[in-house]
């Protein structure tokens, strides 16, 4: 099998991996998504797939432009690297990481990150499949968040995250859930802009979502996660989006103190 890079001239009527079905629903999500990564490719940004249809893809962009708070210059930050059900055990996720780091050498930039965690978390690569690979830790930011680089030159200043990340600092003036996302997810415009406010409001919570429209908005505010962020009383919560049932069981802790 081989893979696919997709660019300005094939992302309407190429599929992307993260958002498959047929379904109306899924193929709104898949528009989304695709105005998203259109608007970045001239900005540096990569997404190749395995051409087959499913999930299995990696998705990179230069630091300068990168959803999310990190600060550094010439060096690619890995947005996603998913490989999922059937084609896991077959070396696409390896073959993958090969074609980011080869790109990062071949545009003469100083290294590749990558933010995972300090143990297993959901929506993030387990940080030991990097370390396998030349990562380093680079830097570190609460609750549990890790910058992994691999530098193709040793001399350079490593990337970090942005201070204002690291001193929880982001939403300290909001009370209430704080629900900020971007496009770049296709599905957290229905959790974070509709679903999860409601569901909060519904519980008693003030809650509002921040839909980030650049760069330069998720690096100042969004998450370390980048794509999708949940902050209650200005202190940073989780990063992943929770089934309904478990998010109510989540807000119902939450009021109770726990």
């Not at 009527?13 to 998504?33: F, M, P, S, V």
């Not at 370390?224 to 309904?244: A, E, I, S």
Request: net charge neutral; aromatic share 14%.
């Amino acid at each position: 099998m081989s893979f696919l890079t997709l660019n300005t001239d094939n992302i309407y009527h190429e599929h992307i991996c993260c958002a498959i079905g047929n379904d109306k629903e899924n193929t709104q999500r898949a528009q989304t998504k695709k105005d998203w990564l259109r608007s970045r490719f001239e900005e540096g940004l990569t997404f190749r797939r395995l051409d087959i249809r499913g999930k299995v893809f990696i998705e990179y962009i230069p630091i300068e432009h990168v959803w999310k708070p990190l600060v550094g210059q010439n060096h690619l930050v890995i947005n996603c690297l998913w490989v999922s059900g059937q084609f896991k055990g077959k070396g696409y996720a390896q073959k993958l990481l090969e074609t980011c780091l080869n790109d990062a050498n071949t545009r003469d930039m100083d290294g590749v990150a990558v933010v995972t965690s300090t143990s297993v978390k959901p929506f993030l690569t387990d940080k030991r499949f990097y370390m396998k690979h030349g990562f380093e830790i680079a830097d570190s930011a609460p609750p549990f968040f890790e910058l992994l680089l691999h530098k193709t030159n040793p001399g350079s200043q490593s990337p970090s995250f942005a201070d204002h990340i690291k001193t929880g600092s982001t939403h300290a003036d909001k009370q209430g859930f704080t629900f900020v996302y971007a496009h770049q997810c296709p599905f957290t415009s229905d959790y974070a802009g509709k679903i999860y406010v409601e569901l909060a409001q519904k519980h008693g919570f003030s809650a509002e979502a921040i839909c980030l429209q650049n760069a330069t908005e998720a690096q100042q505010w969004g998450s370390p996660f980048g794509t999708f962020g949940v902050w209650y009383n200005g202190m940073f919560q989780f990063h992943d989006l929770m089934p309904v049932a478990r998010f109510e069981k989540y807000l119902a802790g939450v009021r109770n103190g726990k």
